[in-house]
């Protein structure tokens, strides 16, 4: 069985820090920009093709969910270093989803660790499980509504992943505590 | 909801054929299996047979794969730890198997489909398979 594609396509070929950041350049020109069909002086007046303004797309939640979630372990990681064996291979894993979600280098670079509200360690851990049943939940509604079948299978495998980062983290919760 | 569509007639098969080779390997595996292991083999092994059930009434019963005599796991099982690795495995594929079911079928069937993928993630884990980015 093969693993999904590398990616979805950008969004209307925006950047997807732009996407991320919903921040989109608005045409200076006012609610309608006008294009020449024709330039040439010696030819007939230009036709001007009024190009109305399409909405500002909404930020891929789904991504920006994962990016999150990175931070989440990011910040998890770097106040109990102890753990880092077992989630810097999970934080590695939702990498990968956050790039199968389109995701750039430039994206997960940006990302700012989030640190644990949590007393200790063993309640950090709990915290990444809440977390990652959330993200389970959330990935398989995406997967519900969608109607793309390559991000429909892409994002079953995200949710099955996530999901299957529960017990792993209850195994790494047990050490803690033990 | 019976499909029709030849890429979803086709996950559904492979999804059962997965299933039915779970089955076998599971029975296979609880003989080597003691204690929990052998009770959740035994509980497995209900559960994936359900899901064979309800994967064929997704299809014409034509289209219904037989179930096979036997099947060769990946890995030979000659022991408690080959039992487990297999079985961890044959969850991940079937990871593979529910990812193609749910992009071809809609509504409840691919809720159930997602669902599936989820727990045979989950039950990978729990026969000792690491976890990975995108289960295979």
């Not at chain 1, 330039?39 to 969910?65: M, R």
């Not at chain 2, 096979?68 to 961890?88: D, E, K, M, V």
Request: charged content about 20%.
């Amino acid at each position: 069985m093969t693993a999904p594609g590398e990616g979805f396509e950008r969004t209307a070929g925006m950047s997807r820090r732009r996407v991320l950041q919903g921040v989109l350049t608005v045409p200076a020109l006012g609610a309608a920009a006008t294009a020449l069909a024709a330039c040439g002086s010696d030819e007939p007046a230009p036709e001007a093709i009024e190009i109305e303004p399409s909405a500002p797309p909404e930020p891929d939640e789904t991504l920006v969910e994962e990016l999150a979630l990175i931070g989440a372990y990011e910040g998890t990681i770097a106040v109990h270093s102890e753990l880092r064996g077992t989630l810097t291979t999970i934080a590695d894993q939702h990498r990968a989803h956050a790039r199968e979600l389109g995701a750039t280098e430039e994206d997960l670079a940006a990302i700012e660790p989030i640190p644990p509200q949590a007393a200790s360690a063993e309640d950090a851990v709990t915290n990444l499980i809440k977390r990652e049943r959330n993200a389970a939940q959330q990935r398989a509604q995406a997967a519900e509504q969608s109607s793309e079948p390559e991000r429909i299978r892409a994002l079953t495998f995200i949710a099955a992943s996530e999901s299957s980062h529960v017990p792993e983290l209850k195994d790494v919760r047990s050490g803690v505590s033990a | 909801m019976t499909y029709t569509d030849a890429a979803a007639v086709s996950a559904i098969v492979r999804a059962i054929e997965a299933e039915q080779n779970y089955v076998y390997a599971v029975g296979l595996a609880g003989a080597f299996l003691k204690g929990a292991g052998r009770r959740r083999a035994a509980n497995q092994l209900a559960e994936h047979r359900a899901r064979i059930q309800a994967n064929s009434v997704l299809i014409d019963s034509s289209a219904v794969p037989d179930t096979p005599p036997g099947f060769q796991p990946p890995t030979p099982i000659t022991n408690a730890a080959s039992a487990r690795s297999a079985l961890a495995s044959l969850n991940n594929a079937l990871v593979g198997a529910y990812a193609d079911v749910a992009s071809t079928t809609e509504g409840t069937d691919r809720s159930e489909a997602i669902a599936r993928a989820q727990a045979s993630a989950r039950d990978a884990i729990t026969w000792g398979a690491a976890s990975q980015a995108f289960p295979t």
